[in-house]
């Protein structure tokens, strides 16, 4: 069953959004260049615009039928909408912000109690302050707080980060991520930013110039070329779940595992002093440009991880080479053209990845 489908076709000025979509639950991460329509599906799927001709269904219940003239108002939606930054009422308190949620219930069985959402988000310590004396990141919790006690079938995000520095948006991710692992709606959040979405999610709907050019996992759509095309505008980045296995005080070093490939792999990475104990899992961040090919394993070298793969797919940008690599889970690295040649790499050829322990980036 999707949790969302839709069939919609808006004209503005010169640009046209013509889409049809189906969101499964959990995160998907909504990509595009700017221009590219993300706002506008929003809003459409919100109710915050009328589509030209179409039809929306949430849970299979029909709420937009261009044909049949439905149409339900934003308010009867029970879609939950945090925007860019944040939309709080200045004159209310955060608990008050908070319960301007719960007025939209209606009737429903909320999805969460008032208590839990203080709990799931932090707030308890921000009650009684207004949002002046909140920071960007704070703000943006007491949004999603609100929009959480609405008891939503569907939560949208609009650039949740892009008001936000970095520090503040690897502190957003993690309640991000705890929403989705509790309560099972979709969540559809848009950005621009491809690294910050898959801190969030490898599942990614990817649109330009008003279409809907691949929708699916991160590394499946990376492997056709207008849509690297695409994803390579904001930096392309490998992201990879793993598991801390143990400390290694003595030689500065925390060994990371990933069990979810078709082997067991262990990387090592600069030691993790602050966060994340034994057993935690995170997500950790590897540049395709600071990952190195081999034809075979170097022993002679300060490289601390080197990983034999195959390479399964060549893609040639101007003078660069984007190479897919199956490691055990799949790598994106980028190399020279001039390297392509010197070392004769083609699909299928057998190398080894190297990485130094400093280059996987932990994100949360
Ligand atoms: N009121 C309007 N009249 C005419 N064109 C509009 C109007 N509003 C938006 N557009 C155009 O619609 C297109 C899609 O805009 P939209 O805001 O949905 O894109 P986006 O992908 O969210 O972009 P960004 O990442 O920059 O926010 C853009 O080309 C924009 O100029």
Redesign the pocket.
Known sequence: MHALSAKLKRT????T?NVEVNFRKGITGIY??????????LHLISGLEYPDEGNISIAEEVIVDSQNKIWTPSRKRKIGYVFQEGRLFPHMTVRKNLLFGTIFQSKDKPLIAFDEVLHLLELEPLVDKRPSQLSGGEKQRVAIGRALLSAPKLLLMD?PFSSLDMALRRQIIPYLIKINQQLNIPMLV?S?DLPDLLSLTRELFL?KN?SVLGHGKYMELIEKENMLDVMRGSGLMNVIPFVVETHDKENGLSILVNKDASQEIRVERELIKDCCLVGEQMNVSLRPEDIALTLKEISDISIRNQLPGTIVKLIRKENRIYCIVDVGFKLIVSITQASQHKMDLCEGKHIWCLFKSMALLVNV
């Open positions: 503005k000025g010169n640009f959004l595009g260049p700017s221009g590219a329509g993300k706002t506008t599906l650039e848009v621009h649109l008003g």
